[in-house]
């Protein structure tokens, strides 16, 4: 039975329309899509893709956060 784990993720829509997805537990986990449906469903492919690695596993495993928050800021 698999493990149910809540994963941060950040998006961002690209000055293309493309929708970039990260998921940064995982270095260099991160994909794109056309629509957010197709993203989300990417960025699912790939972080099965990094849990191969033993590497990513094992910060899957020590990844416990208390509290997320994610905001911008604006800067000039």
């Known amino acids: ?7 941060p993720i950040l998006i961002e829509k690209d000055e293309d329309g493309f929708y970039v997805v990260e998921c940064p537990v995982f270095s260099g986990c ?5 629509t ?17 690695e033993k ?4 910060a899957l495993k020590n ?4 509290e997320l928050i994610f905001s911008t800021l604006s800067y000039a």
């Open 1 to 7: 039975m698999k493990n149910n784990y809540q994963l």
């Open 30 to 34: 991160y994909t794109q899509g056309k």
């Open 36 to 52: 957010m449906d197709e993203a989300l469903k990417n960025i699912r492919e790939v972080i099965d893709l990094c849990l191969e």
């Open 63 to 66: 990844f416990h956060p208390q």
């Open 55 to 58: 590497d990513n596993k094992e």
